[in-house]
């Protein structure tokens, strides 16, 4: 139980900012955000560390907020931003069983796009570290990485 409450305190921010790039709403992502660690806590026997613990606990986040749309008759297009190509392109890095696919669709993107996705999501670079690294300001970054995510649909289709 300490080990999870060290779980919690470590990796709550970072769950709930994600929870919040889908719903845009502060106390809906807290709420799906205490839900989802309730489940990995419930769970958490059955996290045989094939993904990263960060990966785990969102993608039980991306389920919670999934439930709670269907409970509410919402569609992701009622959340600001959230579309069924975003959630496919987060389900692609969050699934290692789809690794494959998705080095696949980023080795298609062009330079700087294949970079700064794959630093983003595979080194796990925050954007700020990212716009160092090109001499560029974070907000270049994360420009470049949304750009990114719209080329990979893009190519989805």
Not at 109 to 114: A, E, I, S
Not at 128 to 156: S, Y
Request: proline residues 3%; hydrophobic residues 40%.
């Amino acid at each position: 139980m300490e080990d999870f409450e060290r779980i919690y305190r470590e990796q709550f921010s970072m769950v709930f900012a994600y929870v919040m790039t889908l719903c845009s709403d502060s106390h809906l992502a807290e709420e799906i955000t205490q839900e989802a660690f309730v489940k990995a806590l419930e769970n958490i026997a059955k996290f045989k560390g094939q993904s990263k613990l960060s990966t785990w606990l969102c993608q039980i986040a991306k389920n919670c907020f999934l439930s709670h749309c269907r409970k509410k008759h919402l569609s992701h297009a009622d959340f600001a931003g959230v579309t069924e190509e975003s959630l496919e392109i987060d389900a692609l890095i969050l699934n290692p069983e789809r690794n494959e696919e998705l080095h696949m669709l980023v080795h298609q993107l062009p330079d700087p796009y294949k970079e700064v996705f794959s630093l983003r999501v595979f080194g796990e670079l925050s954007h700020k570290q990212i716009g160092k690294i090109f001499d560029e300001d974070p907000r270049w970054a994360r420009v470049v990485f949304h750009r990114a995510k719209n080329l990979i649909k893009e190519l989805m289709i």
